[in-house]
Structure formats: structure tokens, C-alpha cells
């Protein structure tokens, strides 16, 4: 970790999340072994805690105690609730469109919430001029280098709790990345210090009204025509590090799939009522992709699959 | 465990949450060591996981295939969830005044909402009727001693994490008193066992709108006004289990405390603003309580206190 004293971690329990097998949902879709990584179980129901952590940890060491961070809303409160525990008071800029479960959880933890008008990347170009505006350190989840070390452990985590083996795809959701680079990171840190002799095929899945990453892989023109998605989380026109997605794609061996938000309700409701866990949207829209990627034959019957369950359900309650 | 068969779990990485200390809580309240075990990172976010996962073992192993529980909204949505893992379905009888964001959850699992106007009693009044007419299982958390086995867990998971010792004092809300009457079983084991000489004392804290335990502890009378309360998971008038709970809280050494609603939203907010954890008013009030307890004495400065964190800040969600 890039932090010179264990001391400014002020952790929460964050990481060592369950792995769970979901046996009536893996065959419902002709899979023989299909595991979930329940990040819901992190201290703010979502795995950007792992980052959150370690930003803050080196925020500390860099004697910094006022932030600003742009999130849809995960990332929001969970900055917002480590900047709390370390005594460094946030700013979050956040869509207007943000679920009022993210926001009050933002708020409780005494951060200042900005709601801003328009797309994601509005909340973004917002913190960037309030940044330039008052001196303050922006310490984005996006573009930091200590939030993808923290969230790196993932990758680890799972090796670990697979009795030292990984599984032969991981299906992940993307908007800007966080945790599909980390966890890229983690698996390639791991083959080249020789602990395994190949990685895991790492797909992404993207909305279909928000698919930057699966268009370029797919060599499509696309352009955002303006429609919304129920996964608030991955609504993100143009990730920074999209091609480094994209290079992670191709060295893994992975895939993209582009969902709609009627299969990503499904797949919420399904989850939940198959194996009894609640996922947000967002998460959700990963079980719609295993879907595509299973039924397109990318991912064979008897293949290990493990979706990590990124954000809880009560985070993005459904309309009821 | 009272299950025959390892199998018959069905187990989503309940329990093992988290131990943190609370540094700048503690020293606001005057005490050298305070503990918050995180009780919130359990997959449903509550502490009933770790009763319903026994509960719905035992209910397999009997070949049901169908049962009623009712609830103040915590243990109805965690229920629900292992009774979908398990392929049973639940019938949750709540009181209409349950936050959204629960009943939203326990729906999400696809177990039957009943929504009963008036107060917690009415709902279990319901279920017991609708038992009576359907004749289904009725799988009481308050009721079924498979539920309080599990939340036992809790006890030995304290002594393990803090290095196979115990801290001084437990501070726990009490409502049915299912974590309560859990935690005193396990501690009072262990010491049957030889593996502790004592076992902590065991406060209760219970919300002044509803205090029937406490007023017992005190040789108080006590009746309902009709007052209500924001800790809506120990609003209750009439424990089952009260007298069990009374000689555990004599047993063990425990005192008992009311708290009102102003301190329970002070303590939220502390909690959330110090230490980044986003607790409901139900898990605030022990806080609130701890610091009555500091203040009249019963709790020393130098006492290693431990409060659970018992359910997540996103259950019930603070007015903006």
C-alpha cells in the first residue's frame, strides 16, 4: 500500500466480503458454478470503501484536510464517511439525478453536497471549477492512483478465498472503471510475482445508453443520445481511463456487453428473489451482461464465474 | 448449532462484521476504549441474518415450504431473504408505519408484505390470525429459540476478535431483545465452558416511549401513551421474552436506560460525523444510552465498552 504508516489507515471493516455460491441463479442461466462477492457487506454498502481507504490514508500523510470528490453517489458517501473518520471535511459534487438514499447518506456523514444539473460529467466540471476557485485538493476517486491501489485488493481477496485459485471469468459493471482496474491490477501483480500462471477473463458490461467502453471494443461509432438508465452508477459518457480499460480487455481475454435497463431490473429482481441478495441497479447490470456473454457462448457451461455485487439495494431502492 | 445437517445452511457470509474503535466518540464521551462491532455489514444489513440463517435451516430440515413472521422491518426483510435462498416463501407482517426503505427490501425478496395499521403488537395480532386461518408455519424471530442460536455467534465472535478476551460492558438496544437474550447465552456458555472467569456486563437501552424492560430493572410502573419513537425497531410494549431478558440483566450486572428521541438523532449524528458509520436511530440509542451510562457512573473511563452497530443507516433513512 502507498501510505508510509499502517497508522493513517482509519479503517472500517472494509474488504474480506463474502463469496458466495449462487446455485439457483447459475443454472437458471446453464451455469455450473456461478460465485457472487458480496461488496455490499463493506462499511457503506458499496466497495468503493476499498479505495476510500487508502485515499484518505494518504490524504492524512499529505497533511491535506478539506477535499472535494465528484461522484453519481457511491463514492460520494464513502469518501464522505472516511474523510469523516480521518477529520477531513468533503465536498461532494454529485448529478441532481442522484437516488435520495446517496445523498442523505452523503449528508449524514457531514459532508457538503453539491447537487449540479445535467449529466454525470456536469458534477465533474462543477468540482473542477470549485477546485480551481477555492485552492482546495481534488481528490477524485476517478483519477487518484491510491483509490485503484486500495481497490486492487479485490483481486487478492479472491484468490485467497478460492483456496488459492481464481475463477476463469469475472463480470463486472463499468462506468469509469474503479473496480475493474483495480482488480486488472491486482491479477496482473499476481502472474508476474509468479502466484498464478494466468488471469481471469475480465468482461466488462456497460448500459446500453451509457456503452463508450463496449462501442470501442466492439469498433462502433457511439455518442450518448440523451436517454437515462436506471444504472445511475455506470452513466458515464467518457471514462479517463478508458483506454486502459480497453487494454485490460484485450490482455484478459475479456469481453463487453451493452444491457437494457428492462434485463438489468430482471436480473435485480431475480437475484433477490432466487438467492436473497439486494443489489442496486448498477450491480444488477452485471447479471443481465453473465446473461448476454453466457447465451452469446463467450462464457462456456462448466467455466467459474464470479460477479462481484458492487452496491447495495438500498442505496437504489426500485420504484415500488 | 441446532441443525443436523451443515447442508442445510444456506448462508450468504453472515456474521465475522467488524471491530473498530471509536477514538474520537469515545474520548467525546470521556472513555479511554470504545468498540463498535458492525453489525450493519451483514448481508441484509441487520444482525437477524445471523438468526435467520439458523431459522431457515431448521425450517428445511422440518420440510417447510411456507411460513408467517412479523416484524418491525429488520428481521422481516432478513427473514425474507433466506427464506428466497432457501426456496421457502415468507409471509411479513409489519406495521404500516415501517420506513420504505424496508418494506421496499423485504418486497424485493418476493416474501408477501402485510402491512397492519397501529402499533408493532397489531402486527403480530395479524400474523398469529392469518396463522390461525391458513395454517402455516408461524417462524417467529422473537419466538423460535433456532433464532436466538444464531444470534448467540455474536457473543463468541466478540471473544475472538478482541483476542480471546471480552470487553467490560456490552451496551445493546432492546426492543424483543433478540440480540440481547443472544449475546447473554453465548457469554454465559463460555463461562460454563471455563474459557472466560466473567462475562461483561450486559446494559440495556431501550427508547423512553417504550421502555417496559427498563421500567421492570428500575420498579417502575410503566404503561404506553401513545407516544411514538424514531427507533422503530425496539418500539415495543410487551417483550415476550421480558422476564429472560430482566435475570440476564441482573446476571450478568447490567443496568438499563431510557433515552429520548433528541439524544437518539444526536448520537446518529455523532456517530456518522466522528466516525464515518451510518447507524438507524434503533442502533443510535445505545449510544445515547452509553452516554447516560458514562454520565451516572455505572460505565468507568477506563472500561473497554462494546456497542453493536445493529442495522444499517440506510433502513431508515434520517428526514433532510
Not at 252 to 272: M, N, P, Q
Amino acid at each position: 500500500m502507498p501510505v508510509h504508516d499502517p497508522a493513517s489507515f482509519t479503517s472500517m471493516g472494509e474488504g474480506s466480503t463474502a463469496c458466495v455460491g449462487l446455485t439457483k441463479l447459475g443454472a437458471s442461466l446453464g451455469l455450473e458454478r456461478l460465485t457472487a462477492k458480496l461488496e455490499i457487506q463493506n462499511p457503506t454498502g458499496s466497495y468503493k470503501d476499498r479505495g476510500s481507504v487508502v485515499l484518505m490514508a494518504a490524504a492524512r500523510e499529505h497533511g491535506v484536510c478539506e477535499v472535494v470528490e465528484d461522484s453519481s453517489g457511491n463514492a460520494g458517501a464513502s469518501v464522505s464517511a472516511y474523510a469523516a473518520r480521518a477529520g477531513i471535511r468533503a465536498h461532494v459534487f454529485a448529478p441532481s439525478s442522484v437516488p435520495s438514499a446517496k445523498a442523505a447518506q452523503i449528508r449524514v456523514y457531514g459532508a457538503s453536497l453539491h447537487l449540479i444539473d445535467g449529466p454525470r460529467e456536469a458534477a465533474t466540471e462543477a468540482a473542477l471549477a470549485w477546485v480551481d476557485e477555492h485552492g482546495i485538493v481534488y481528490a477524485s476517486h476517478n483519477l487518484s492512483p491510491y483509490f485503484i491501489e486500495g481497490t486492487k485488493v479485490f483481486a487478492y481477496e479472491v484468490f485467497m478465498q478460492l483456496g488459492r485459485r481464481l475463477p476463469d471469468h469475472l463480470v463486472i459493471p463499468v462506468g469509469n472503471g474503479s473496480l475493474y482496474r483495480g482488480a486488472w491490477n491486482g491479477f496482473r501483480e499476481m502472474r508476474e510475482a509468479g502466484l498464478v500462471d494466468s488471469v481471469p477473463r475480465l468482461h466488462c458490461v456497460q448500459a446500453r445508453a451509457f456503452m463508450p467502453v463496449v462501442a470501442a471494443y466492439m469498433g462502433e461509432d457511439w455518442s450518448p443520445d440523451g436517454r437515462g438508465t436506471v444504472a445511475g452508477g455506470i452513466a458515464s459518457v467518457d471514462p479517463p481511463h478508458k483506454q486502459a480499460i480497453l487494454r485490460a480487455l484485450r490482455a484478459s481475454g475479456g469481453s463487453a456487453a451493452a444491457v437494457d435497463d428492462d434485463s438489468i431490473l430482471e436480473s435485480r429482481r431475480l437475484l433477490a428473489e432466487m438467492e436473497g441478495i439486494y443489489a442496486e441497479p448498477t450491480s444488477a447490470a452485471a447479471f443481465a451482461g453473465l446473461s448476454e456473454l453466457v447465451r452469446s457462448g463467450v462464457i462456456g457451461r462448466s467455466d467459474h464465474v464470479l460477479v462481484p455485487v458492487t452496491g447495495s439495494g438500498l442505496k437504489d431502492t426500485p420504484p415500488s
